[in-house]
């Protein structure tokens, strides 16, 4: 079964600073897709950026990129130039590539406070 | 942005009342999912589609129900509502239209009350 965990239940920052956020997972999978959403206060879940399995190159979406090591099983969440909209909750979520019915994996989350 | 929709966003009622949680998307997609969420906890599969008249039961057991009798209509019903239930039901939904067939779009969400 997969798993994925988020170590920083809570984490702030100065605006206009860069903070990551950390994501491991565990599975047998060699292809897989990996997420990253954020949840504000307002509670809808919006995607922030996406990474497939099988490409080498991070992605990237505007001030948010990842850090992904598939032989460590991390994939880390950089924001860049930190706004005070981007305080909200974020989750690491984990989909299998086949046979796992698109279903998604979510980590704790990690609650993010970006301080002016 | 995705065009996902949930009714009621809020909604407080008494033990033993049936509910109905409806969510609606307009792009078309083939699989939508109900998940739930404790206050700053991480979401819990409840239930999926891949189509109409296809629902399953997902990872975390749950006392509701689904139906899908129109592909952008996913309904979930709890037949006598406990504080247990208490929490939110966040829906969402994934297909060809409107970006990746795997990356998942979700709705506002219920927040629901039993007292």
């Known amino acids: 079964a997969q798993t994925v965990t988020q170590s920083q239940p809570e984490m702030s920052v100065q605006e206009a600073e860069t903070v990551t956020l950390s994501c491991t997972y565990d599975?047998?999978?060699?292809?897989?897709?990996l997420f990253w959403y954020k949840q504000p206060p307002s509670r809808q879940m919006i995607l922030v950026i996406r990474?497939?399995?099988?490409?080498?190159q991070n992605a990237t979406e505007n001030r948010f990129s990842v850090n992904f090591q598939k032989a460590a099983k991390s994939f880390s969440l950089k924001i860049s130039d930190s706004q005070l909209g981007d305080t909200a909750m974020y989750f690491c979520a984990f989909m299998k590539h086949r046979g796992g019915g698109g279903k998604l994996i979510f980590g704790q989350g990690t609650e993010l406070s970006v301080k002016p | 942005e995705a065009d996902i929709y949930q009714t009621p966003r809020y909604l407080v009622i008494g033990t033993g009342k049936k509910i109905t949680l409806e969510c609606s998307q307009t792009?078309?997609?083939?699989?939508m999912y109900w998940y739930q969420q404790d206050p700053g906890m991480e979401l819990h599969l409840i239930h999926y589609s891949y189509g109409v008249n296809s629902t399953e039961k997902g990872d975390l057991s749950s006392e509701s129900t689904v139906s899908r009798i129109r592909t952008e209509h996913f309904p979930l019903t709890l037949e006598s509502a406990r504080p247990s239930h208490t929490s939110q039901y966040l829906c969402?939904?994934?297909?060809?239209?409107?970006?990746?067939?795997?990356?998942?779009?979700f709705g506002p969400g219920t927040r629901l009350t039993v007292l």
């Open positions: 599975t047998s999978e060699n292809n897989y897709y």
């Open positions: 792009m078309g997609h083939d699989k």
């Open positions: 990474q497939e399995a099988y490409k080498q």
């Open positions: 969402a939904s994934s297909g060809l239209q409107g970006g990746s067939t795997d990356t998942q779009y």
